[in-house]
């Protein structure tokens, strides 16, 4: 007995050696320092780009990872769009961002900023032979191009009259330019210079480089642990000479003398209750609902009528045209939905462009067009399924009775299939209506979209999103109860 305790309190002890010793390799980096996760959206040149190789670029980058060289921890980098910096760092799932993130009173109330990197400022780009706008006061009533919740996007709102366009990147506002769908574009300055400047965007200048002064700083959490070490580190890379040579790599110039804070770097939160802000929230997110239900429901005509003939047309008895609708149903069916939309709306009017045809499309139209294409896809294959399972004696009695095969499929074949496709189109119908918030790419404002807005500005992302949940959770309930009806209806009269 002595012995069995002897044995087992010796393994005891081992055991618990072994684990101190993992947990102990485990805390301690090999490096002598932390590993930060450290937020950005590599589609901001030239601070924050991917390269050839994939790597991640820009002086943004290699400025952060002199930060941590300096102040001794490491960086973990993490692709996250701008406007879900701000909500991320408040979950705290992630440790900072540094993506060229002007410092602003309404930011420092939600986030805490480092001090400031970088000096900049927001510029007009138009197109190189637009002679109407010449400054900031000539865009009023002139339609505007912005990134989502930047500082570019709340200087648009100033303009009077003007309509304002937002996108998820810099890079698709500018491309929207480009491709003639808006006069001008209202972003930071360095960015806009270095496209020009690269022959990235052909045919756009800049007007007034510098509209505002602003400066960029690396965001973390309030109260984050993180923040005095991110300032140890750019206070010794400013001091011993790194910044310049980064700068001087990336601008070819000399760095201009930066503030050490901003008054406003460490504003408190002026913050509503969820309710009050979900009723504030509610009448723009009701427009919104509006116009997703008038996207959807033009979009399902369409792709009602283009999916009916597709379908029938996929059961013909000629060999060609039985292959073009397989490689229609294919086609759309099997690329992402998010894909098409971009082919159609910026891919569509640089071609007819390169070919020297002057060719844009309205955002409504491009998204009715993109969802009908991929809705008709699926119900074409819903119809064409309905069909074949109505037994071939109905096509031989309708013949026998000498009725021709296009009388036979209207009067006999399809009702019948119809009743049976019901169901299924009801769920192609609540799959379109979800679908109509990857149109929000384009900055059309449905009902994500302008939930998306409203986060831009208050940074409450968690009531916003979830109000916007149960909105669309109510609109598909209200669509399943709908179709359910319609489906009685039918069998009660025999259709």
């Known amino acids: 007995m002595i012995k069995f305790s002897f044995r087992r309190w010796l393994c005891s002890c081992l055991v618990v050696g072994l684990s101190c010793c993992l947990l102990a390799g485990c805390s301690v980096n090999v490096s002598g320092g932390k590993t930060l996760t450290v937020a950005t959206e590599p589609t901001f040149p030239p601070f924050e780009f991917q390269g050839k190789g994939g790597e991640l ?49 309404e930011r420092a109330k939600t986030v805490a900023f480092s001090r400031p990197y970088f ?7 138009i197109r190189a032979d637009n002679q109407d706008i010449t400054g900031f006061d000539s865009l009023q009533n002139k339609k505007i191009a912005v990134q989502i919740g930047t500082t570019g996007a709340a200087k648009a709102k100033s ?3 003007a309509q304002v366009s937002s996108f998820d990147s810099a890079p698709l506002a500018l491309q929207e330019l480009q491709n003639g769908n808006v006069d001008a574009v209202i972003n930071d300055a360095p960015v806009t210079l270095y496209a020009v400047n690269t022959g990235n965007l052909q045919g756009i200048k800049v007007i007034q480089q510098l509209l505002t002064e602003e400066f ?28 310049q040579l980064i700068y001087q790599k990336w601008f070819k110039s000399t760095p201009p003398i930066l503030p050490d804070k901003l008054p406003f770097a460490n504003s408190k939160a002026d913050k509503l209750n969820s309710l009050s802000l979900l009723l504030q929230a509610l009448p723009t997110l009701l427009i919104g609902v509006l116009v997703t239900l008038q996207l959807a429901l033009i979009s399902v005509i369409f792709g009602l009528i283009g999916g009916s ?11 060609p045209v039985r292959l073009l609708t397989r490689a229609y149903v294919d086609f759309f069916r099997g690329t992402p939905l998010l894909v098409q939309i971009f ?43 309905g069909i074949q ?24 074949i399809f009702p019948q299939a119809f009743q049976r496709m019901i169901p299924p189109l009801g769920n192609e119908f609540i799959s379109l209506l ?12 449905e009902l994500f979209r302008k939930g998306q807005l409203i986060v831009a500005e208050n940074y409450r992302a968690f009531e916003i999103y979830a109000m916007v949940a149960v909105i669309y959770l109510c609109l598909t309930l209200v669509s399943s109860q709908a179709i359910s009806r319609l489906e009685k209806w039918m069998k009660l009269r025999g259709v």
């Open 57 to 105: 670029e820009g002086f943004s980058i290699d400025l952060m990872r002199a930060v941590a060289a300096a102040a001794n921890f490491q960086v973990e980098f993490q692709s996250l769009p701008f406007d879900g910096m701000i909500p991320a760092l408040q979950a705290k799932t992630i440790d900072a961002a540094i993506s060229s993130m002007t410092i602003t009173e």
């Open 119 to 125: 000096k900049a400022g927001l510029a007009i780009a």
């Open 159 to 161: 303009v009077t009259g």
């Open 216 to 243: 960029y700083g690396i965001a973390t959490a309030k109260k984050s642990p993180y923040l005095s070490l991110i300032n140890q580190g750019l206070a010794t890379v400013f001091k011993d000479g790194n910044y």
């Open 309 to 319: 003939l597709i379908g029938i047309l996929h059961l013909s008895t000629i060999k």
């Open 343 to 385: 082919m159609i709306y910026f891919g569509l009017p640089a071609i007819f462009q390169e070919m020297g045809f002057t060719f844009s499309l309205n955002r409504l139209v491009a998204g009715v067009i993109a969802l009908s294409l991929n809705s008709a896809a699926y119900i074409a294959e819903i119809v064409r399924a």
């Open 389 to 412: 399972s109505i037994a071939i004696g109905q096509s031989e009695a309708a013949r026998s009775l000498g009725l021709n095969s296009f009388q036979t499929m209207r009067y006999v």
């Open 434 to 445: 979800k679908d109509t918030s990857l149109v929000a790419v384009i900055g059309f404002e």
